[in-house]
């Protein structure tokens, strides 16, 4: 029942040309490695909280050929932990924190600045009204 509603509901959203939230990381075109992870931890924690989300993730990989992203891990872990809404955010946020300050501290242990690949190349903000 939930597959089958999961695979219309991915076909009815497709053919009206709506993105899919927690769907197709850009820098991950074959999967976001975070995702798989989270999904097996939600699982684990709760089957039956986990369920419809493994039945999106198929629809969803079945129908348009993407991957869950890390946002669908975690809203479908904060939902196995019975989590408040909203949470997902929260540990995200909180993971991305973790990665700044560790990026900070390596870039200070190496005395220069790391990994610096984009240079901004659009109009500059004093050219706009």
Known sequence: MIQRRAARTVREHAARGERISGFGHTL???GDPRA???L???RSISKR???PFDEVARAMH???GFAPTIDFGLVALTTALGAPAGSAVGLFVLGRCAGWVAHVQEQRRAG???RPRARYVGPSPT???
């Open 49 to 51: 909280a986990a369920e």
């Open 40 to 42: 097996a931890l939600a």
């Open 36 to 38: 798989p992870p989270l």
């Open 112 to 114: 220069f600045l790391l």
């Open 28 to 30: 991950y075109p074959n």
């Open 62 to 64: 079945g129908e348009l």
């Open 127 to 129: 050219d706009h009204p």
